[in-house]
């Protein structure tokens, strides 16, 4: 299970609820439910076989694609990349065939580029 994702994907769900498009007990506080959406997802009980798909399946399954926060299907990391000092690497990024992934271009190697 990939960490971003499944963090994207389960605050996408607590968004879906409270605009009343998702029915779920899943909303922002609710931390007591973390752990056992985590076990759902990895399981692909109830609602963890639908968050198991990931945020931009369960948006656009409920109507509202443009709240989950991913690029070409990949949930993006919770890190600013415009921070960045390479900026070549915030342009890979977002032009790279797995898109926001943190193999095409990390903080580190950006914070080591020389550029």
Known sequence: MDTISAGATIACAMELTERGLLDSDLRFGRADLLLPTLEDIAYRRDLGDVLAEGSA???????????????????????????????????????????????????????????
């Open 57 to 115: 399946r369960l948006a656009e399954s409920c109507g509202a694609p443009e709240l989950s926060m991913s690029v070409k299907g990949l949930e993006m990391p919770a890190y600013d990349g415009a921070a960045c000092r390479a900026r070549a690497c915030c342009l890979r990024r977002a032009i790279a065939a797995r898109a926001t992934c943190a193999v095409t271009c990390s903080v580190q190697k950006c914070w080591d580029c020389p550029n």
